[in-house]
């Protein structure tokens, strides 16, 4: 499978606890992206990397939430201290460098569920 | 600010019917995505346009630039099309910002 993979696919955790997504984009690609989504709601950005760097947060990432992609190919999403606000499904997405418009590639997502 | 509105956000439609989906955003932008998205989160890209029109099957999409408009249409709908539509647009940070999706619902 050459896809965007995700994981774990569920987390349930308990208010107060840490919790880290991990995701594997097309390894060619060279963009990476988080988004958030929560129900009845489009996926919400909330960070953004061209190869190893973070170039953007949304205000959305607050500074419980942290982002690495460390040698430019998986990347992990870690939330400290768990809220229940948190539950959502957790998206990563890739695609190659914008220039006229790429494609970009979903994995199945992330649901967390914070209790 | 990039903003996305979607419209209608559900649709109900019997088999064989013609759906339209329609997108507006506020910014000029680079690209537009329309994704689909199935009952437990996975998401397909269906088109990434920045004019005119691209067709893939049953489904096609539009855009006008000059209006920020675009639609998606889904000729002779089958159950199987029941998924969440989401329109997304690719403004200058080259950050994709996405609607709230349309809900679709095709009955046999």
């Known amino acids: 499978d050459t896809g965007v993979s995700q994981n774990p696919r569920h987390k349930i955790t308990k208010r107060g606890q840490n919790v880290t997504f991990r995701c594997d984009p097309i390894?060619?690609?060279?963009?990476l992206y988080w988004y958030r989504q929560t129900l009845g709601q489009g996926p919400e950005f909330l960070t953004y990397?061209?190869?190893?760097?973070?170039?953007?947060k949304s205000r959305l990432l607050s500074d419980r939430f942290s982002a690495e992609r460390p040698k430019g190919s998986f990347s992990t999403l870690e939330i400290q201290r768990t809220e229940q606000g948190d539950s959502a499904m957790y998206l990563c997405?890739?695609?190659?460098?914008?220039?006229?418009?790429?494609?970009?590639?979903f994995g199945e997502g992330s649901w967390l569920t914070v209790v | 600010k990039n903003e996305v509105e979607q419209s209608p956000q559900n649709l109900t439609a019997q088999e064989g019917e013609f759906i339209t989906i329609n997108c507006s955003y506020s910014?000029?932008?680079?690209?537009l995505h329309w994704l689909q998205q199935h009952p437990g989160g996975g998401i397909v890209s269906l088109f990434m346009?920045?004019?005119g029109k691209k067709k893939h099957g049953r489904l096609i999409a539009t855009i006008n630039i000059q209006e920020k408009h675009s639609s998606l249409h889904i000729t002779a709908s089958h159950p199987r099309d029941s998924a969440v539509y989401i329109c997304?647009?690719?403004?200058?940070?080259?950050?994709?910002?996405f609607g709230r999706g349309t809900s679709l619902i095709v009955h046999p």
């Open positions: 997405a890739s695609s190659l460098v914008w220039s006229s418009g790429n494609t970009i590639y």
């Open positions: 390894s060619e690609h060279n963009r």
């Open positions: 990397f061209q190869n190893e760097a973070q170039l953007e």
């Open positions: 910014v000029g932008i680079s690209a």
């Open positions: 346009l920045s004019s």
């Open positions: 997304g647009s690719v403004g200058g940070s080259y950050i994709p910002t």
